[in-house]
């Protein structure tokens, strides 16, 4: 069993800039790869980046590229999303999961790929 503990949500304005914590039971490099979702009411989770654990391979969706940075610290067992320029349509509930193995192509991107995930951390912006 693998547990993740997301932190470092809030409210926050437009424009503004939060850094998600990631905490996993484990060693980062034992899985194939860790990711950060989001979800707003009456929507599907949606990926929003992703990085691959043996060669640091990430991805972003086009509407974070430039905003948004995923990092990780291997000796702390922890993801980070760094969200900056936040806008009021970033609004959600943020998740970080794990895949376990591999290989796969890529980075995953759907949900359904990905084996354990965290409650979530709520994510508000607004003036």
């Known amino acids: 069993q693998v547990s993740l503990v997301e932190s470092g949500g809030g409210l926050v304005q437009p424009g503004g800039s939060l850094r998600l914590s990631c905490a996993v039971s484990?060693?980062?490099?034992?899985?194939?790869?860790i990711g950060w979702f989001r979800q707003v009411p009456g929507k599907e989770r949606e990926g929003v980046s992703g990085?691959?654990?043996?060669?640091?391979?990430?991805y972003y969706i086009d509407s974070v590229k430039g905003r948004f940075t995923i990092s990780r610290d291997n000796a702390k067992n922890t993801i980070y999303l760094q969200m900056t320029s936040l806008k009021p349509e970033d609004t959600a509930v943020y998740y970080c999961a794990v895949v376990v193995s591999g290989p796969r192509r890529g980075v995953p991107r759907n949900p359904d790929d990905y084996d354990y995930w965290g409650q979530g951390t709520q994510v508000t912006v607004t003036s």
């Open positions: 484990g060693y980062l490099n034992d899985f194939y790869a």
């Open positions: 990085i691959r654990s043996n060669d640091g391979l990430t």
